[in-house]
């Protein structure tokens, strides 16, 4: 099976092009050489107007398969929600009650999705409640099926200056999780870095997709502010088969 992912959307920033831009990634998938299963979308859908998650709700609805979608930190959970139920009413609604996360067992692998949203704070926060609900779902897997778990965040330090300066306090309980269950969990996909950034949890492949709207200069030297920088855009596709997995990074044309 293959299936898609893609991040930072970031529909409605007046600077850059982000529909244009979304809409060309959308396109890219849809005539992707291999048939694919599903759409994850690992957050930062808008920039905060309603009509923006609408704006890009439409666009995604585009797609020819289904689409999966978090939030991230520039987004804010419940006008996600609203605007998932007025535009794309297929989608999981939240299984917990203060965030959108939910579990998919249609397909050969397990998505489950995991909601870090937290006003105001960039690297997110997993509260004891959400934390608690992603163990229970890690753990009610009595036929050891496969699973992907979607994040925004990419849960460890990563070198980068300025998305490592606020790390996220949740990152290190996320990660004993993760690593409780490698035997299960194949792959976790996250955004947030707007550059294609890999690492792993005890064996477990954690992977950050570029953003769909503009890429971000790795800052390993500490600059004052995160700077776009003009590199292709793009996305992952995955395949998964026989048990192993192989991710393809995918540029979009101009």
């Known amino acids: 099976m293959y299936f898609a992912h893609i991040s930072d959307l970031h529909i409605g920033d007046p600077s850059k092009k982000g529909s244009e ?51 991230g930190n520039k987004d804010g959970t419940e006008k ?38 937290k006003e105001g704070v960039m690297n997110g926060e997993l509260s004891e409640e959400r934390l ?15 699973v992907v778990i979607m994040v925004h965040q990419f849960p460890f330090q990563t070198g980068l200056y300025t998305f490592d300066r606020m790390g996220g306090s949740w990152y290190e309980k996320f990660r004993y999780t993760v690593s409780d269950h490698k035997d299960t969990v194949k792959l976790v996909v996250c955004g947030h870095l707007h550059n294609p950034v890999s690492g792993n949890i005890d064996g477990v492949p954690v992977v950050t997709a570029p953003s769909t709207n503009w890429r971000a200069k790795y800052d390993i030297v500490p600059v004052e502010n995160i700077v776009a920088e003009d590199k292709p855009l793009g996305f992952y596709v995955y395949r998964y088969e026989a048990g192993l997995l192989t991710s393809y990074l995918v540029p979009a044309h101009p």
């Open 132 to 146: 608690q609900w992603l163990k229970e779902k890690l753990m009610d897997n009595p036929g050891k099926k496969p």
């Open 21 to 71: 831009n979304l809409r060309r990634i959308v396109a890219e998938i849809n005539r992707f050489c291999a048939p694919l299963e599903f759409v994850l979308v690992t957050g930062d859908i808008a920039q905060g107007a309603g009509k923006h998650y609408t704006e890009a709700l439409e666009i995604l609805n585009g797609l020819k398969v289904p689409y999966y979608v978090i939030p």
């Open 80 to 117: 996600l929600i609203v605007a998932l139920r007025d535009t794309y009413p297929f989608h999981p609604l939240p299984q917990v009650c203060d965030g959108l996360q939910y579990v998919v067992d249609d397909y050969e692998l397990r998505l489950i999705a995991v909601d870090t949203y």
